[in-house]
DNA sequence: GTCTATAGCGCGATAGAC
DNA sequence: GTCTATCGCGCTATAGAC
């Protein structure tokens, strides 16, 4: 490691708080009683609240396209690689008291209240997964599994937006229930 | 009017700020400073923030689904109805400096961090949307001018859940441009 | 209905001992 | 690397004059 386990539990910490409750209701606070650590000690990791939420972007970012690449690098079927794709939404929404949404859905609501490199991180994440989505709705739509007229890019925007909505409104009404109920819906349109 | 015309302005300058930052980082010292009045009066009108958050809700609920009745009392063709509904969150991202979502979609996001009374009304607000939505979508599947093959009610909430989503995405990449290209992918997926 | 003034707390952040 | 202690600020909210 060359992490810290105190560095990681504090990550752990801030992103299990803003996935719940957004990143201007987390406090230094509330991680320092989640991490059982002192305030003071958390200002040691990350120096300011910006610091620690570029760090968190960055490293939902590599865990969270890595799952997506490895989907994309095992499975040959296209409807094979969307339906593990959703499942990483799914199972997100799955962890601890099903109140959980995407780190950088949550963000992206607050994202005029955070700093640059947040907003660019989220950006990024944001761009990175509509990429991915293309490359597998285009292979989808060559192998035949998918029926779509438009510019893939778009769809992958489309799918993309759905399924970070999704999230965040079955959190309101329906749970992880009916988000199953709505990722099979957008399955049963690609597929035309 | 019933209503006083600072209650007003200090619901319009909540909404402005809400649906820009988000709920957590909106004050009620910013609040005070948009409408030109002190603190312990926006106190005066609404006691708590709370108080200010479920009014807000109730105002934005009538306003936004009074829009949608609207359009589906006056349009006969139901993708012109779709059209028109999509066209409301396009409008919402189109004002001001083009960055404010969906009130309730923002709220969505914090819905952990707010009360009771809140919750209720954004989850209300979701229900009338997805409501009004699958009215427009079955008569839509029944005049041939959509088709898809599941539960109008379940396809009205993706799309939900896909408009909600798209505003809140396109404000970090691509803008109300970008958000026009999603919306004319959704149409086309209708359309199927 | 709006004001001044203030209570009381939680926030992000820093200094300095250990 | 973690601690105690503290600073200065912004927050929600209230009391009481006008």
Redesign the pocket.
Known sequence: MSE????TLILDAAQDLIQRLGANA?????L?EAV??????I??????????LAALIERYHGYFIGLVDRIIAEESDPARMLDRYIGLFEATLREGKHDKACLCGMLGAELASLGDEAVRGIRRFYQANQERLASILTRGRDAGVFRFSGDPATLAGLTFAALEGAVLVVRAEGGVRRFRALADELRRLMAG
């Open positions: 810290s386990d105190t560095r987390m406090s230094y606070q509330h320092s059982g650590i002192r305030k003071a000690s200002h040691y990791h990350f120096p300011a609240k910006q610091d620690l």
